[in-house]
């Protein structure tokens, strides 16, 4: 999926998103976990980056991951508003099915359904095992998804969202 056109708008899109809550939330639950505040933690599917940048806030080191290369351009611009006493997040542009790290990972967070991304389930299958890979024994992984349940549940209807101020109007 394309995103060149849709990351300059997905800020506002999501606005309603309060991601320093949801960063505390994932702290809650990686902690819960074993995964050490400050531990090293991987963001796939991190878009703009906004939760990674959140979660660098509150101490820890963040790799973000993405396939789209304009939402990464966004997310490091974002990086450069951590605060200066916080690591700021390295963003990576990879898909989630080759996910390649450099080393291993406390712990790993995929949120706003970028699982859902990955439409077959040999490819669901490989992103697990990837993940597996560079989340360290005894790490976490959290993540939200789109049910096939929920999905059938939609049909039918259409959602409408729009920015005014930003110009932007979405219909899905």
């Known amino acids: 999926m394309s995103y060149s ?3 300059a708008g997905y800020d506002p899109l999501t606005r309603d998103v309060n991601y320093e809550e949801l960063a505390g939330y994932l702290a809650g639950r990686l902690g819960g976990r074993g995964v050490p505040e400050g531990g090293l933690l991987l963001d796939l599917a991190c878009g703009t980056g906004s939760l990674a940048c ?11 991951v993405d396939s789209s290369p304009d939402m990464l351009s966004v997310a490091q611009s974002k990086a450069y ?6 690591p700021r997040p390295v963003f990576i542009m990879q898909d989630m099915r ?24 040999d490819g669901f299958d490989e992103v697990l095992r990837r993940l597996a890979l560079f989340i360290e024994p005894g790490g976490c992984l959290v993540f939200d998804i789109n049910t ?6 939609l049909d039918g209807h259409a959602f409408l969202d729009e920015a005014e101020r930003e110009g932007i109007f979405c219909a899905w």
């Open 54 to 64: 959140a979660l660098a806030e509150r101490g820890y080191e963040v790799i973000g």
């Open 81 to 86: 508003d951590v605060s200066d006493t916080q």
């Open 5 to 7: 056109v849709l990351a």
């Open 148 to 153: 096939p349940c929920k999905l059938r549940g």
């Open 98 to 121: 080759s996910l390649d790290l450099y080393g291993t990972v406390a712990g790993a967070v995929c949120t706003l359904d970028g699982l859902n991304h990955i439409l077959d389930e």
